[in-house]
């Protein structure tokens, strides 16, 4: 079973790995890259408020919860010299492999992350309402009379929804945004603003970080959207973010959908744009990891 990954091969870490070599239905899973999407940093008046971002964090007393949702906007804060923050500054990650970044570039944060769901949803009960997690809130959240508003910084893509951030502010945080990353098409230019991209003066190529997590081999298969029309029949199509879907509809790959090739979404928001541009779903994974990649494609038959 021919696995298909709508990003660079620069990205490929835990997911990538794990797939490649399991066995789904007695097939061995087969992992290859279309890439349909790319990140660059951020730049001018959007570059100048992640570093003030990254100054409020490492400065002495900082307090609040840093939140991310993606290791790029880690490796974007690293161009703004994030390292060590305060101990009073606590953290939150939407998965292990972005916690993994996060640690890795600030040894000693505090990071939660949702049990189950890894969504702004499962932020959101995390940080707000009867279910938010101590080791979070505990001193912070709800101000106590006389406190300060508590602080949630929000490093994020340019494309992000505005829930995450609404829902703070509404349940009583303090939420500071800045752009970190921009979403392009693949690939992103220019080079040397790209995040995760292999090459001289890349971020990737310069930053250990980035270098850890990525691990695909300098031969990992790839395929472009022109050949996604010769993909032997059954290949599955794992459309990693709301981004790539638009992508893979904006460069006219929808009619190899249901012909040729599955597509799989990863995530609710990424079912709901294919739902939007009318491309028709084999499932929807329900975590963005491998167990949550594995069992959508065991519901494949």
Do not use: K
Request: net charge negative; with cysteine.
């Amino acid at each position: 079973m021919r696995v298909l990954l709508t990003r660079q091969p620069a990205q490929a870490g835990a997911l990538e790995a794990r797939l490649s070599g399991a066995v789904v239905g007695g097939e061995a899973v087969e992992v290859a890259f279309l890439p349909l999407v790319d990140f660059v940093l951020a730049g001018g008046a959007e570059a100048d408020a992640l570093g003030r971002m990254s100054m409020q964090l490492i400065a002495p007393g900082a307090r609040g919860v840093l939140v991310v949702t993606s290791p790029n906007a880690v490796r974007a804060l690293r161009g703004h010299d994030f390292g060590g923050v305060d101990e009073g500054v606590r953290a939150v990650a939407t998965g292990p492999g972005t916690a993994h970044v996060l640690v890795a570039a600030s040894p000693g944060i505090r990071v939660w992350t949702p049990p189950e769901d890894r969504s702004a949803r499962g932020i959101l009960a995390g940080m707000t309402g009867p279910t938010a997690a101590p080791e979070v809130v505990e001193g912070l959240w709800p101000p106590a009379a006389g406190h300060a508003v508590p602080i949630a910084w929000l490093p994020q893509s340019d494309l992000a929804r505005p829930a995450l951030a609404d829902g703070l502010r509404a349940a009583g945080w303090d939420v500071r945004t800045a752009v970190a990353y921009r979403t392009v098409p693949y690939p992103g230019t220019p080079p040397w603003r790209r995040l995760l991209a292999e090459g001289e003066g890349s971020v990737a190529a310069s930053d250990p970080v980035v270098a850890e997590a990525c691990t695909a081999a300098p031969d990992a298969p790839v395929v472009t959207p022109a050949q996604l029309s010769e993909a032997e029949p059954g290949t599955v199509v794992l459309l990693t973010s709301s981004s790539s879907a638009e992508q893979f509809a904006e460069r006219g790959l929808g009619p190899a959908a249901g012909e040729r090739v599955r597509l799989l979404a990863i995530g609710e928001p990424t079912r709901a744009t294919c739902a939007r541009l009318g491309l028709p779903l084999a499932g929807t994974c329900a975590t963005p990891d491998a167990a949550g990649v594995l069992a959508a494609l065991a519901g494949l038959g």
